[in-house]
């Protein structure tokens, strides 16, 4: 089966690109001398986990329950759910460690922190830091900090944060400097828990753009990084990878064509409505059109509009097109955790146009 044989629109990953960039996550981290604990939210794939963890310890970050129960039952146990998690889903954690599952959470909350240690069967928790990114999470220097751990007694296992301003940051410079405020907040705190007489085993830190650049990963015992594995257009953007290293794609159909336009059948349901590059320096709408081959060899080429199923690309008057009705083009995704989230399965390629492989998706929550 080819790339021509297949329906549209559907999510291609180019398996040579993904190994690329999982050994381009791995070279940074081994500098460091610290794991990877890979955050699956991206690719929801067992066949992409066992590409990431090749001779890495058998342990992931996942976002959603469902995610913790597919990969648990496909064998891997060690999982962090890297949401603040609900009293009533304690009792599904509860479920999945009762078999070979070993499911951490994590809370920035006195109340549920107690709730845990209540709970018949508590996991394990790691407290959430807030080290910049003013989404969820305690300050190092909290007074609510040593509160909480005091509440989670033994449950406790460590601290974890999350870098999601890094992505505001435009240099490497502006990288390094938040990898670095990042990796002091989570050791300042797990530091105050110890010297409280807590244990902290765990200091986990991660995102993409702070895993490569961070200078110093000193006092961290774990990194969580996700995107990189297949990246996308604001990632590029940003510095994390290449344009060239984008390994998922949209395939999708021309379905209508007028002067200087193309209609295609990948809308706002294939391609997301993300636009987080709109706040980058370069801006590229819903979505960069490429060749089939995946080559960006039609200059800028933008998806402008996202309807439901159409996605409306203004082309490059610099780089003319002539595409008949059914020609196929790929979207290089602005955000691909967004746009992946609307596939089911990933028609898998190795550099060409034979597709090797599919791989099922898990998705819901």
Known sequence: MKLTDLPTPCLVLDREKLLRNIKTMADALARHGVPLRPHMKTAKSIDVARLVLS???ESITVSTLAEAEYFSAHGITDILYAVGITPRKLDDIATMNAGTAKVMVI???IDTAGIISAHPRPPRCLIEIDT?????????EDGTLLEIAAKLGPNLAGVMTHAGHSYAGRTPAEMTAIAETERAGAVRAAARLR?????CAIVSIGSSPTAIHAASLEGVTEVRAGV?????????????????????????????????????DAGGMALSKDRSTEAAPK?????????????PRHGDAIVRRAYQEHGLIDLDPAHPVDLPIGGLVRIAPNHTCMTAAAHDRYY???GGDEVVAMWPRVNGW
Do not use: N, W
């Open 55 to 57: 001779g890495q310890p």
């Open 107 to 109: 809370t920035d909350d």
């Open 195 to 199: 010297q409280a007489g807590h244990d």
């Open 283 to 295: 801006d590229y709408g819903f979505g960069l059109m490429l060749d089939l081959d995946g080559t």
């Open 348 to 350: 898998v390629i190795d």
């Open 132 to 140: 910049g990114e003013a989404r969820g999470g305690v300050g190092p």
């Open 228 to 264: 990189y594995m297949f990246g996308d257009l604001f990632q590029a953007e940003i510095g994390t990878h290449g344009l060239d290293d984008i390994a998922v794609t949209v395939l999708t159909s021309v379905i209508g064509r007028r002067p200087g336009r193309l209609l295609v």
